[in-house]
DNA sequence: TATAAGATTTACT
DNA sequence: GTAAATCTTATAT
């Protein structure tokens, strides 16, 4: 059974849950239309301890009530008023533990994601937050969807990912030095020839 | 009730 | 490379 059932997400680190999610793949089955791809970037959001996440230091409102949620559903907000952000909620009830998915890799229903986001290439398809959001047709609507439902869940299709091919941290990033480069807690897979980067100058 | 900031993307100079 | 778009949430009156 591909797919990754509620036990993956209760786990406590994480961490350790960020990088497997890494090679993972990540479907939305979303009006009738099937779409997914390969997670090649992610991003952990350590609760409490995480001064860029939304529930450091146990703050708890309206938006972050979901994180407090059990592992396995998903967190999607609303950013700038323009991007929905899909995040993995992990870990047990109580502990505000997320995963941002960061980039996909598209397979799964390409041309259902270039309608979505309207464009005519696969080149910078799915290569932000916002974006892989946009591709995979997930809005606000989908804020606490169970993971383990039929909407939008994760499939290990035994790809393996070896330590060496993660990059963590953001220190060595040569792309994303855009703002910000706070967070220790990003990983993404080498892809040696074809990357599917942000496509910036 | 009102104001400020934000886990970003896109377009333009 | 720089700046604008755009709206929800959080924090302060």
Redesign the pocket.
């Known amino acids: 059974m591909p797919k990754l059932q509620r036990s993956f997400y209760l786990r406590e680190d994480v961490v350790q849950i960020s990088k497997e999610l890494l090679g993972k793949y990540l479907f939305t089955n979303i009006n009738n239309k099937l779409t997914g791809g390969i997670i090649i970037e992610t991003?952990a959001?350590d609760g409490v301890k995480d001064s860029?996440?939304?529930?450091y230091k146990g703050?708890r409102?309206?938006?972050?009530e979901i994180?407090y949620h059990r592992g396995g559903v998903g967190?999607v907000?609303?950013?700038?008023?323009?991007?929905s952000?899909f995040?993995v909620i992990t870990n047990s009830k109580d502990t505000p533990e997320?995963i941002?998915i960061?980039s996909i890799l598209p397979v799964e229903g390409i041309d259902t994601m270039l309608k979505r986001?309207n464009k005519s290439t696969e080149k910078?398809l799915t290569?932000?937050?916002?974006?892989?959001s946009?591709a995979l047709g997930i809005s606000?609507d989908h804020n606490g969807t169970d993971l383990i439902g039929n909407s939008i869940w994760i499939e290990d299709k035994g790809l393996v990912i070896q330590e060496k091919d993660i990059t963590s941290g953001i220190r060595v990033g040569v792309e994303s030095a855009?703002?910000?480069g706070l967070l220790p807690y990003r990983f993404k897979i080498n892809i040696g020839s074809k990357v599917l980067e942000?496509?910036?100058?």
């Open positions: 991003e959001y860029a996440c939304h529930a703050r409102t309206q938006r972050t994180m967190y907000y609303l950013c700038y008023g323009i991007h952000l995040n997320a941002l960061r986001r910078a290569g932000g937050p916002g974006t892989v946009q606000c855009g703002r910000d942000k496509g910036r100058s």
